[in-house]
C-alpha cells in the first residue's frame, strides 16, 4: 500500500510551514491578522489583504517582516467583481503562488429579516461566499498540480446558533462551509485539506464597542461556558493546525472554537 509523505513519529517540526506560501483574505486587523502572524511565526510567506484600512495592513505586514519571512500588501474589495482575480494576481505576482488559502474575510449587516434587502444580500453573498469561490477556483489548480494545498475557511458559531438580526450572515457561513466541506473529499487524493473554523465570540474590531457595553457583555457571556469572550489568538493555534502538516489527515471538518458556545 502507497503512503504519501510518511511521518516516521510524531514532530512539532510538522507545524513548520517553512517554502509554503499563504493568501488570508481580511488578514489586516482582527482574527485574520492574528492566523496570518501565526502562519509568518511558522516560517510561511504570507499575503496580507485588505479593503480599505491601509495603515492596518502595512503594520501587519511589518509585524510578518520582522519573523523573517517574506510578507505581501494585497488590496482588494471582495463585493467587487474581478476582486478574487485582482487578489490572486496580487498575491502571485509577490509570493509565486498560493499554498494555503484562507478564506477569512466577511462582511455583516445586521436588520431585522423583515428589512433585508436585494443589495443587502448581493453585498454580503460576494463578500462571504462568491468572491471566495472564485478565489478557489483560481488557487487550487496550482495546489493539485503540487500535490499539496490547505483551504480553510473562517465560519461562525452562528452556523448553529444564528442570531435573529444575521439571517443572511448566518445563512451564508453555513453555504461557504458546505462548498469547502464539498471541496475537502474532492481534493483529499491530491494531498489538500479543506475545513472549517468556527468562531465564537471574539474580541475585534466588529463587536468591541457593542461587547464593552456592561449589560451587553453580561447578556453575551450569558450565552457561553467557558465564561468569558475570545480573543483573535484563540484562533490561531486550530488554524495553525488545520494549515500544516500536524493536521495533513484533519479534513472536511468544522471546528467551533467558540468557548462551548455552540453546545
Ligand atoms: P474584522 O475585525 O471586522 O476584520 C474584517 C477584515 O475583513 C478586515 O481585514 C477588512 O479589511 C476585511 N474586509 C472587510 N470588508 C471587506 C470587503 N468588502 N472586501 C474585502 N475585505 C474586507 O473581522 P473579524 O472579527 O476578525 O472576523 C474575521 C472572520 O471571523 C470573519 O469571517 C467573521 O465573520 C468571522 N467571525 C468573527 C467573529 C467575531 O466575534 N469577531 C465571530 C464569528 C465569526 P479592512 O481592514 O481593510 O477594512
Not at 136 to 158: D, E, F, H, T
Not at 197 to 203: E, N
Not at 248 to 259: C, E, N
Request: charged share 15%.
Amino acid at each position: 500500500m502507497c503512503v504519501v509523505n510518511p511521518v516516521t513519529s510524531p514532530s512539532i517540526s510538522s507545524y513548520s510551514l517553512k517554502g509554503r506560501t499563504a493568501l488570508i483574505t481580511g488578514s489586516s486587523r482582527g482574527i485574520g491578522a492574528a492566523i496570518a502572524l501565526v502562519l509568518a511565526q511558522a516560517g510561511a510567506d504570507v499575503a496580507i489583504h485588505y479593503a480599505g484600512q491601509e495603515e492596518k495592513a502595512r503594520a501587519v505586514v511589518k509585524q510578518a517582516e520582522d519573523l523573517g519571512v517574506r510578507a505581501a500588501l494585497v488590496r482588494g474589495d471582495l463585493s467587487r467583481n474581478g476582486a478574487a482575480e485582482q487578489i490572486y494576481n496580487s498575491t502571485v505576482v509577490a509570493l509565486g503562488r498560493i499554498d494555503i488559502l484562507v478564506l477569512n474575510a466577511s462582511v455583516q449587516i445586521p436588520k431585522n429579516w423583515l428589512g433585508i434587502t436585494r443589495a443587502d444580500i448581493d453585498t454580503q453573498f460576494s463578500v462571504n461566499f462568491r468572491s471566495g469561490l472564485e478565489l478557489l477556483q483560481l488557487a487550487v489548480p496550482q495546489m493539485v498540480a503540487q500535490k499539496w494545498g490547505r483551504i480553510l475557511s473562517i465560519g461562525s458559531v452562528q452556523e448553529k446558533v444564528p442570531s435573529s438580526e444575521m439571517l443572511v450572515y448566518s445563512s451564508l457561513k453555513n453555504a461557504q462551509c458546505a462548498m469547502v466541506l464539498s471541496l475537502a473529499k474532492q481534493l483529499a487524493a491530491f494531498g489538500i485539506t479543506a475545513n472549517n473554523l468556527a468562531p465564537g465570540v471574539i474580541v475585534t474590531d466588529r463587536n468591541r464597542d457593542r461587547v464593552s457595553e456592561p449589560k451587553d457583555a453580561a447578556r453575551v457571556l450569558s450565552w457561553i461556558p467557558a465564561g468569558y469572550m475570545g480573543q483573535p489568538s484563540d484562533c490561531a493555534g486550530a488554524a495553525l493546525l488545520l494549515c500544516s502538516d500536524a493536521g495533513r489527515y484533519i479534513t472536511g471538518q468544522s471546528l467551533f472554537v467558540d468557548g462551548g458556545m455552540s453546545l
